[in-house]
């Protein structure tokens, strides 16, 4: 009996048993983060190409639609009509509903502050005080949702909206006026 009991040839293994989910969890979170990152990464880029975008568009159509279609091929990827012959985003990871974009009008004043803010179709015209100074921005903002390989949620989750992944966001602007 003393013998069993100095007998450690089965240690490692058992060790090994016991760390070795520890490791594999370890292991597929990382690639999850990496996954979940690497897709914020590849939106961040398409709304600050979006907005590069803005001195490239063309009477041929709205400046906001031009962004939402840059925002998507530079995701999605590009391809020719061979009908058309026009290049056209390929289907994908992105929609033209994942765009959002958004005009901003701030009123500044002659002491330099923001007197006035308005959005949307209200950012049209001018400023109520005609001595303010007007500024417009244009802003990109790319929302897509990441699911993740294995489904483990932490406290950041909510799925009360539907939606089975996190939202991932990304947004450029830039001053126009």
Known sequence: MRKLLKDDGGAAIIELALIAPVFALMTIGIVDISNAYNRKLILEQAAQRAIEKIQQTTQDQEVADALKIEAVCQVNGAQINEETGKEECKPGLLTLDDVVVEDRL????????????????????????????????????????????????????????????????????????
């Open 106 to 177: 701030e009123c500044i004043g002659t002491d330099g502050s923001i007197k006035e803010t308005r959005t949307g179709d209200a950012s049209e015209g001018a400023c109520t005080d005609a001595a303010d100074t007007p500024t417009r921005y244009k802003s990109v903002q790319v929302t897509n949702v990441y699911e993740p390989m294995f489904p483990v949620h932490f406290a950041a989750f909510d799925s009360s909206d539907g939606v089975n992944g996190y939202k991932i966001t990304a947004t450029a602007g830039m001053r126009t006026q």
